[in-house]
């Protein structure tokens, strides 16, 4: 199909495929040319492999997808073309690292699925939107850069006029680690635009947080080069092994090596499980009750750590009958500042309770002040934890209660260790009390700012400083809306009217979304929704206006880490953009003059990273682009000095907690969810549905990538060998997966790494991948009153065998959807 200039969608596909192949880039060609074989011995056959070396021009980069490594890499380009990536030695050679994701860019950059050409849907127009025509069946025409500028400069515009300027939402996702997201924001703060904030994987961080002032997504934890001194490792809900191997999967196995205990919490019997020392498999969502049973323990056993008790929290604080601290101002005489009371074991007396003063104070009991009754935080805690018994929780999480012992003991007995969740628990929907309680536990052990200790499972790595450059002093700014919400705010106006969306670096209706049939309602509500990618996404295929972004390697930019080693990278372009594709930022630049605000702007890309880079004084920028990395001198250990809470130190008792479902939460307590055995729909959709980070993606991106595809080639439901022989499901036989949002069709996969009760589909695939819907059609959207973090796991679902009918034959053969761009239904619904 072709109009002259204009090409629709297939026949862009087309062209990519076409313009694939003439790279040399044949579907699988690799390693079928390898499976070639002759009677002759390898050894003895002429390789026929001319010697590249030393012709390769060598470029420092960076893989910068949201998985925290953000490997700096080194790209081999020969002839024009990208040939070879290795990984980059940084400034600490111990981060050396990559995985087979970021060595397979070679495919990436040339990937079929590229967008090359700016696009307009043909039946959209800033007046007259036909929201109708989006979808599977969308067909696009290729429009000029200038021509699709302006048409989103005047798609905003008139939402600006028409409804307000937040009614323009400036979404980013986490599709890449440089600074394009704040080159974003820097417009829509001059725009009065709506700007998101983050509901995904905050949850357990936002509980840490209220106890230790510390934390968002997960707290910051000691490097990882430091946990070979962790003589307790629990990693809980995280495959180190599958999500971190490149990482940080070797620094456990230095901490076993060095006589580290590693302690696993899964209800999968997981890769990082069966190189455990003792594997705690957890019921799913009974997380808070296992770690509540563990608490009981050593209170029970007296196993506390008194002397970090006294120092460091607020263990000794008295707590009156009606829940409040007693405040050192107004009963101690000349203290004029808010602070905790306690009592001097020695003299009785009533003192202040300064952050990091390990004084001699009483740790429980009960004591009269004024004529009212207060006990220490620490009596209260205790009171509270003998409500959840070893045996009682050991029933209920469905782990031993000898091991729970076991693991509490070594925890509190071997030396500094820690826990190190990861996102998982925040993916159940009150997995924000789970971050509450293990932040006291850790308080109970003493494990705050030692060697050895561990917080998390992995630290916060490093980050460019942008000094505020995307929020312009003169700037009206911006109004925050977080994921969540945006589904009302598209549908109901709920809590503002969003009708227009520029979205970068997010792939939000392939992967990150739940509930996606909602969120598919609410962008058919928009006028005008514009989609900036390097990929033909299925967000893509439902957007009005198409911008092709640059591969990564053709652009220059700044990585942050913010994951598992501690440098910033520079990424220097390696090849022109191929295509018409463009960096984000020169797109934003454009379209920012045609909003009236290019001065805000410098032409150059370069201008702005070395604006930002001159105001973080930690590096110099020409040194940076010279060398490739930057350590930033992150500490090693953290958590040395006092706490940012209103007493300074970790405030085991929270006196201004909130309740979630009428629980108050002053102290962790468990609260039900979908997981209830007797939650309503727990009858009729007995299984809880999780999608698990894999090892084979990075949330959906490397979704298209053929060496990926060759092991790992469809979409796989895990589920207990009981439960599929309840069920009349044999090993790979399709199934129905479904409940009262939707449904999928996938294949079976018998596993009895699964608890019963327990199935999982790795999180990742595209819709073009399913037989039929999509995972997160079964994914619903609510969120708790304090975590407001999407719940993925907090689902319910039947399985059943798939209907006779389906039709599988996109799997046939050896070139597995999505590999193939001609295939039915590339990139769409
Ligand atoms: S995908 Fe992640 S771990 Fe792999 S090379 Fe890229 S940044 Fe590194």
Redesign the pocket.
């Known amino acids: 199909m072709s109009d002259g200039d204009g090409v629709y969608r297939r026949d862009v596909l087309k062209a990519s495929s076409a313009a694939a192949v003439a790279l040399g880039l044949g579907g699988g060609g690799y390693i079928s040319s390898l499976a070639e074989t002759d009677d002759e011995p390898f050894s003895q056959k002429d390789p026929g492999i001319d010697s590249f070396v030393g012709q390769d021009e060598v470029f420092k980069s960076?893989?910068?997808?949201n998985?925290?490594?953000?490997?700096p890499?080194e790209v081999h380009v020969r002839d024009g073309r990208v040939r070879k990536i290795e990984?980059q030695v940084p400034e600490d050679e111990r981060y050396k690292?990559?995985?087979?994701?970021?060595?397979s860019h070679t495919q990436r950059i040339y990937n079929p699925t590229r967008l090359k050409y700016p696009m307009k849907r043909v039946d959209w127009s800033p007046d007259s939107p036909n929201p109708q025509g989006r979808g599977e069946d969308a067909e696009f025409e290729r429009v000029t850069w200038d021509e699709a500028l302006d048409l989103v400069a005047e798609g905003m515009t008139r939402v600006k006029d028409t409804y307000s300027p937040e009614s323009v939402l400036f979404h980013a996702g986490s599709g890449n680690y440089g600074i394009n997201s704040t080159v974003e924001s820097r417009l829509a703060n001059l725009f009065g635009g709506s700007t998101p904030g983050w509901s995904i994987d905050a949850n357990v961080g936002r509980g840490f947080n209220r106890i230790t002032g510390h934390g968002y997504y997960l707290p910051q934890t000691n490097e990882s080069e430091d946990w070979e001194n962790a003589k307790t490792f629990i990693a809980w809900g995280t495959d180190i092994f599958s999500s971190q191997l490149?990482?940080d999967a070797s620094k456990l196995l230095d901490m076993k090596e060095q006589g580290g205990k590693l302690v696993v919490v899964d209800p999968v019997y997981t890769t990082t499980a069966s190189k455990a020392d003792l594997w705690l498999p957890v019921n799913p969502g009974k997380d808070v009750h296992l770690i509540l049973g563990m608490m009981n323990y050593v209170l029970d056993m007296g196993l506390e750590d008194t002397e970090f008790l006294r120092k460091r929290t607020t263990a000794p604080a008295l707590i009156g009958p009606d829940g409040t601290m007693l405040d050192a101002k107004g009963v101690i005489e000349g203290v004029t500042e808010s602070k905790p009371v306690g009592v001097d074991e020695q003299t009785g007396e009533l003192v202040a309770l300064e952050p990091e003063t390990p004084g001699s104070y009483v740790l429980t009991g009960t004591y009269t002040v004024d004529g009212k009754s207060y006990e220490t935080a620490l009596s209260r805690l205790k009171g509270h934890v003998a409500d959840y018994p070893v045996e009682e929780m050991a029933e209920i999480s469905g782990v031993p209660a000898k091991n729970i012992r076991k693991a509490a003991r070594w925890l509190a007995t071997r030396g500094p260790g820690g826990i190190a969740p990861s996102y998982a628990i925040g993916r159940y929907i009150h997995g924000h009390v789970f971050g509450q309680a293990y932040a006291i536990m850790l308080a109970l052990t003493g494990d705050y700012g030692k060697h050895g200790n561990v917080h998390a499972h992995h630290p916060l790595g490093a980050s460019l400083d942008t000094g505020g450059w995307g929020s312009p002093d003169d700037a009206p700014g911006s109004k925050t809306l977080y994921f969540h919400e945006y589904a009302d705010a598209m549908l109901n106006g709920d809590p503002r009217q969003i009708k227009a969306v520029y979205s970068i670096e997010s792939n939000m209706l392939g992967n990150q979304f739940p509930n996606r049939q909602r969120h598919l309602k609410g962008i058919e509500n928009l006028d005008m929704f514009v989609v900036a990618d390097i990929h033909h996404t299925p967000t893509v295929q439902q957007a009005d206006i198409i911008l092709p972004a640059a591969h990564w390697f053709e652009t220059e930019d700044i990585v942050s880490s913010w994951g598992s080693h501690p440098h910033i990278t520079y990424r220097h372009k390696v090849q022109e953009p191929l295509w018409e594709s463009r960096d984000d930022y020169y797109m934003i630049r454009d379209l920012a003059k045609k909003l009236g605000f290019g001065d805000y702007f410098p032409e150059e890309k370069r201008e702005v990273l070395r604006t930002m880079s001159d105001g973080d004084d930690r590096f110099d920028f020409d040194e940076l682009r010279e060398r490739g990395t930057a350590h930033l001198g992150t500490p090693t250990v953290k958590y040395t000095g006092e706490f940012p809470t209103p007493s300074g130190r970790i405030e085991l008792y929270d006196e201004d907690a909130p309740s979630e479902k009428g629980v108050d939460l002053q102290l962790p307590k468990p609260i039900e969810s979908r997981t209830a055995e007797d939650y309503e729909g727990a009858d009729e959709y007995p299984l809880i549905f999780m999608q698990k980070h894999g090892r084979f993606r990075?949330h959906s991106?490397?979704e298209y990538q053929q060496w990926i595809r060759e092991i790992n080639p469809e979409p796989q439901l895990d589920i207990h060998p009981k439960d599929a022989e309840a069920r009349g499901i044999e090993d790979d036989d399709y199934v129905r997966v479904h409940n009262d949002r939707g449904e999928m069709v996938v294949k079976a996969k018998l596993n009895d790494a699964m608890k019963p009760g327990l199935v999982n589909t790795d999180q990742g695939w595209w819709t073009r991948d399913y037989v039929k819907g999509h995972h997160n059609d079964l994914t619903h959207d609510e969120v708790s009153d304090v975590g407001k973090t999407f719940s993925f796991y907090d689902v319910r679902v039947e399985v059943e065998p798939a209907p006779d009918d389906i039709d599988t034959s996109k799997y046939e053969g050896n070139q597995p959807t999505g590999a193939d761009a001609s295939s039915a239904g590339v990139g769409g619904d």
Request: aromatic content about 4%; hydrophobic content about 40%; overall charge positive.
């Open positions: 960076a893989c910068s997808p998985c925290r490594g953000k490997c890499l990984p690292r990559a995985c087979l994701l970021g060595l490149q990482m990075l991106q490397f």
